[in-house]
């Protein structure tokens, strides 16, 4: 085993039914990783996919070795905020990455690590797609109207200092995530939107990065009318108690 370096990153992947995806969104990064010499370990949360995910991850563990590569499952769907708690227990990394594993997310994570955190030295790094040339592909209008009507609900209530509440694609200094995660009490996709919450709070610095948003290739979108009903009791919730 190679010796590691001072930094590592740490990504937290939550799947549910992501067979076709996990693959792909792992040799990007992998090749990510190595062509900008940083030291990386990819930690699959999975949450009893029904469709073979865990198997191939398996198979991804003996192709990229387990010290790249760790499956850490659980038996059913915990919810998103769980899953980075659960991920949190096995990172070995000073920094760690959030994002999903449909291949919406630029996995040119050098540009977020090496270039926006080293030049701000920021404590979060928070992909936005309401910001520069950031934007979304492939949503058809209702879903961009309920993303947007989101977004701005938040900045109006919360004020958080951010431009992109509800995205899910982050990078966060470890020690920084673990307090973050303390404070959090939210499971669901109010999750991502509570972290910036509380990191406005406790004073941490929060930089960000335009990034190009595209509409899952393969499987089916886990946004439902159950999700948009929890956001808002999340949103009014935050809005009470901040």
């Known amino acids: 085993m190679a010796a590691r ?3 590592r990153l740490s990504v937290l992947l939550p799947t549910y039914n992501e067979r076709d995806n996990l693959p ?3 040799w990007l990064l992998a090749r990510t990783f190595s062509d900008s010499g940083i030291d990386f370990e990819i930690i699959i949360i999975d949450d009893g996919s029904p469709d073979g995910t865990q198997e191939v991850a398996q198979q991804l563990e003996k192709i990229y070795g387990s010290d790249k590569i760790l499956l850490r499952p659980r038996p059913r769907k915990l919810g998103l905020g769980t899953a980075y708690i659960h991920g949190m227990k096995y990172a070995t990394g000073n920094f760690i990455v959030i994002m999903d594993a449909d291949l919406s997310h630029h996995v ?4 977020m690590y090496c270039g926006k955190q080293k030049e701000g030295n920021f404590d979060i790094v928070s992909g936005t797609r309401y910001k520069g040339n950031g934007g979304v592909y492939g949503w058809d209008l209702k879903r961009k109207l309920i993303s947007r009507g989101a977004n701005f609900l938040t900045q109006v209530l919360l004020r958080p200092g951010a431009s992109d509440l509800t995205g899910s694609f982050r990078l966060y200094r470890k020690e920084v995530l673990q307090k973050l995660m303390e404070k959090c009490v939210s499971k669901g996709y109010v999750f991502q939107m509570e972290m910036i919450v509380r990191a406005r709070q406790l004073g941490y610095t929060i930089g960000e990065v335009p990034i190009s948003f595209v509409d ?3 499987g089916e979108s886990k946004l439902g009318g159950n999700e948009i009903v929890s956001f808002l009791k999340g949103l009014l919730t935050l809005f ?3």
């Open 5 to 7: 370096g001072p930094e």
């Open 108 to 111: 040119r994570l050098d540009f």
């Open 216 to 218: 899952r290739v393969y």
């Open 24 to 26: 792909l969104v792992v």
């Open 240 to 242: 009470a108690t901040t």
